[in-house]
């Protein structure tokens, strides 16, 4: 696109690969997961060169820069130059708490065995 135009947003959220699909991108513009300089926004909100887009979906949340305009959905190379990523990093994963271990065979827990159980697993 040309410097300083716009695209809507749902179509750039869609042409950098964020959303899977044009509709996909509508809907989560339209649950108000999509906000745009930090304000919720409308699928058809415009969107420039310059602007964060933070993108809320099902396991993360995404922050990006716009660093060039594209409507159409474009390949996973000219993708990733169209924005800057400043998503910060997950945390690390915490380490996996022992799990109890049964021998094959040993038959269902006693009562007792399975209040041993829940108090190691914390619940």
């Given at each position: 696109?040309?410097?300083g135009g716009t695209t809507r947003v749902d179509s750039w959220?869609?042409?950098?690969?964020?959303?899977?699909t044009r509709s996909a991108a509508t809907a989560l513009c339209r649950a108000g997961h999509?906000?745009?300089n930090g304000e919720r926004v409308k699928a058809a909100q415009p969107v420039r060169i310059g602007d964060e887009v933070?993108?809320?979906g099902p396991e993360t949340e995404r922050t990006l820069r716009v660093a060039?305009?594209?409507a159409k959905r474009v390949g996973a190379v000219v993708a990733a130059e169209c924005f800057e990523d400043l998503t910060p990093p997950p945390p690390p994963r915490e380490?996996?708490?022992?799990?109890?271990?049964r021998d094959r065979g040993a038959g269902r827990p006693t009562k007792r065995e399975r209040r041993d159980l829940e108090k190691l697993r914390g619940r």
């Open positions: 696109m040309e410097p959220i869609w042409a950098v690969r964020v959303a899977k999509v906000q745009v933070r993108v809320r060039r305009l594209v380490e996996v708490a022992a799990t109890a271990h």
